[in-house]
């Protein structure tokens, strides 16, 4: 049988821009339903690896900067809310040099917004870090107070508290709306409908697939695999407090490292845009090529795990706008549709400023960022946000 479903705002996508999203709304007391076609923060979405870096640093880019220290308090209260913490403040270290432009207009920003840090000289580095090398790195900048979220679970514990606090979530794979006007209903793959007030596409690498005449070249997925490797028995060097999580930003290839959290060991990848990739039906397995271009750079500098084994991968992917502005507009033929995404590699730590933005446009009207517009996004690749 049929079920039709009636709600104030339909978040198709419980990633974690959808899962922040729902729960401002819910919070303001509206009607949410909350769909996902494969479960929150599942195998396939973005937003499912073990961790994600939080971090203030954004170069000369003030609105990252601002909108990731208030999502960390964001975080940090609904952690507290629910009497799990899923934040490690691990520390995150920028490698880099005395002539980068990213860097210099960072060190402003950050005294500007408040945010704790120190200048670092090479020589700081290799005393307070001995296990890594960095020959090309002349300067580096310390972000004290930020570190690792434990993703997933972070994810899943706000739509387990959103449920909790009324909203009604569904596992349906929501059909490709064909909205012009006002969209008054979405159809479900299993036959249901669900009708509402206004509908938030917050689909992540998806929304090129369900809008492919408007975010088809707006959006691009990229493949990026990511490595787990097993460290030494009973050496801590490679966990918290004696490894922060690191950002080698000197280097091409923009290689970026977590610390052993919870013995899943220690977490590298390169942050270097990667393939083409379809989040449904890619596959997710790490070539041999991929482990010797990793084993290559550690050989370099983090030696002692040169030969250290790989214990786990993954394959997640991007969802790049051409410069890495996140998209956050109103559909434009449909007036109650929202299209939510384009994360670009570093959207995670923003999902509470993504929700919170989101839901006080909707309930308020509260201004829009140009940067987040759809016409702001070219189809060209310009990679400037990261
Ligand atoms: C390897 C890797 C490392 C990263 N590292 C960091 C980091 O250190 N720090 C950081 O801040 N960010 C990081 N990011 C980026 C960050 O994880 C993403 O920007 C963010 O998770 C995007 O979330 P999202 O909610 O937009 O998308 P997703 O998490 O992909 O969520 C979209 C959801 O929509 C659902 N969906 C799609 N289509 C439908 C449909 N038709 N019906 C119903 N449901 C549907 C999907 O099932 C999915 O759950 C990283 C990303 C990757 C891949």
């Avoid at 009207?365 to 996004?377: G, H, I, V, Y």
Wanted: aromatic fraction near 10%.
């Amino acid at each position: 049988m049929t079920v039709k479903k009636t709600c104030d705002f339909a978040v198709i996508g419980a990633g974690v821009f959808g899962a922040w999203t729902a729960h401002f709304l819910r919070q303001s007391g509206a009607s949410v339903t909350l769909i996902d076609a494969y479960g929150p923060a599942n195998g396939r979405a973005s937003s499912s690896g073990e961790t994600r870096i939080i971090r203030m640093g954004y170069g000369p880019d003030e609105l990252y900067t601002r909108w990731s220290g208030r999502s960390l308090v964001l975080w940090r209260e609904f952690f507290a809310r629910i009497g799990v913490d899923l934040f490690r403040p691990t520390g995150v270290l920028w490698l880099s040099s005395e002539t980068d432009p990213y860097t210099a207009g960072m060190f402003g920003v950050l005294t500007r917004a408040g945010v704790k840090h120190e200048k670092l000289t090479a020589a700081d580095v290799r005393k307070r870090w001995p296990q890594m090398s960095f020959a090309d790195v002349s300067c580096a900048m310390f972000e004290h107070e930020s570190g690792v979220l434990l993703a997933r679970r972070a994810v899943q514990e706000l739509v387990r508290y959103a449920v909790s606090s009324g909203t009604d979530y569904l596992s349906a794979t929501a059909l490709l709306p064909q909205p012009r006007g006002k969209l008054r209903e979405i159809q479900l793959a299993n036959g249901d409908a669900i009708s509402a007030g206004q509908f938030i596409f917050a689909c992540g690498p998806w929304l090129p697939k369900i809008f492919p005449g408007i975010v088809g070249d707006r959006i691009f997925p990229t493949r990026q695999e990511v490595f787990f490797l097993g460290t030494p028995s009973g050496d801590d060097s490679f966990r918290s407090p004696k490894m922060p999580a690191w950002l080698h930003h000197t280097h091409p290839d923009r290689p970026y490292a977590l610390p052993n959290i919870e013995e899943r060991g220690f977490k590298i990848a390169f942050d270097r845009h990667g393939p083409e990739f379809d989040p449904d039906s890619s596959d997710r397995v790490v070539g041999q090529p991929s482990i010797e271009r990793l084993r290559a750079y550690l050989k370099q500098h983090v030696p002692a795990l040169q030969n250290a084994p790989v214990i786990e991968t993954r394959v997640c992917q991007y969802e790049n706008t051409w410069n890495g502005d996140f998209l956050i507009d109103r559909h434009p033929e449909a007036e109650n549709v929202w299209l939510i995404g384009g994360g670009s590699g570093h959207g995670f730590k923003h999902g509470p400023a993504v929700g919170e933005y989101v839901s006080a446009r909707l309930l308020r009207n509260a201004p829009a960022e140009p940067r987040f517009s759809l016409d702001s996004k070219q189809a060209d690749r310009k990679r400037a946000i990261y």
